[in-house]
């Protein structure tokens, strides 16, 4: 007969208060969903100011420099075709980021609100991981908004269905993109400085993403081009315009670079991200 040897537990010996939880994959799971629901209902109770908040600048963006400057002879027609693609890129970008990065400074500064889901049965990565993928879900929703929007005011646009599966899944790398570059922001500023922050960043991020001019364009202005190449946001806006703009328009950046870039962008500055968050979470 063979005795059968089971190992000691070395938790087993502490008391009970004291033992580390142990978070199973399920419970884990199921608490970053129901995380991630409650954010999106707070937001659908919250539309209305929602859409405001990320319609009213790319509604004036496309207005004036598609309409009102076409319409007095300073743009050429298909300029529209071009504006249109970057705008809702910047849409999916833009707003990202900044509802990853808002929320993540008013948590940790002021309502200490994240202390609610750090106490949660989830490991920390996941919680910053929550704030990535709810804050790309509002980019999306915004720059999908902006598509019927771009309609209605511009003339000489086209969108064809036949590739709106792709330049969705070009916008959800832009919006993750968007989110990560938000959480490293929002993790490494100092809460105190977060409006010196804002004007430094989002500014130089938003007219440095080709979004109003393709990125071959800028082949006589060499040093500005090498600097919009660092923007993730010009692959997101770039990216759009290979699958939309017609064969015999201005050239856009391969597809697979753009796609390459953005991949690299959510890898790095996620993983910059995630590990500023553990420090604040620990602070």
């Not at 537990?9 to 208060?17: G, I, N, Q």
């Not at 994959?25 to 969903?33: L, S």
């Not at 600048?57 to 504006?83: N, R």
């Not at 202005?221 to 600097?227: K, P, S």
Request: proline share 8%; with cysteine; charged share 15%.
């Amino acid at each position: 007969m063979t005795a059968t040897v089971t190992a000691p537990d070395p938790v087993a010996d502490f008391p009970a208060e004291l033992r580390p939880a142990r978070t199973d994959v399920r419970t884990a799971t199921r608490t970053f969903f129901f995380i991630l629901w409650r954010d999106i209902f707070v937001t659908g109770r919250e539309l209305g100011p929602f859409l405001a908040q990320v319609l009213v600048e790319p509604f004036f963006i496309l207005f004036v420099f598609g309409k009102v400057l076409g319409e007095l002879g300073y743009t050429s027609g298909g300029f529209q075709q071009v504006l249109l693609p970057g705008v809702v890129a910047l849409n999916s970008f833009l707003v990202s980021l900044q509802n990853t990065l808002l929320p993540l400074v008013i948590d940790f500064s002021w309502t200490k609100e994240i202390e609610d889901r750090l106490l949660a049965p989830i490991p920390t990565s996941l919680v910053a991981v929550e704030k990535v993928v709810f804050g790309a879900l509002r980019g999306i929703t915004a720059s999908l908004v902006m598509i019927p929007v771009g309609f209605l005011i511009l003339d000489d646009v086209s969108w064809p269905m036949d590739s709106f599966p792709s330049t969705l899944g070009v916008l959800l790398m832009g919006a993750l993109a968007g989110s990560t570059v938000g959480l490293t922001i929002g993790t490494l500023a100092p809460p105190r400085h977060i409006s010196v922050i804002f004007a430094v960043t989002l500014t130089p991020l938003m007219f440095t993403g080709c979004t109003q001019f393709p990125w071959h364009g800028l082949a006589d202005i060499r040093w500005f081009q090498v600097l919009c190449a660092i923007n993730p946001l010009t692959y997101v806006s770039e990216g759009i315009r290979a699958l939309l703009l017609p064969p015999g328009g201005p050239a856009s950046i391969p597809l697979w670079v753009d796609l390459l870039a953005l991949s690299g962008a959510i890898v790095i500055f996620g993983l910059i991200g995630i590990r500023g968050f553990h420090r604040r979470a620990q602070d």
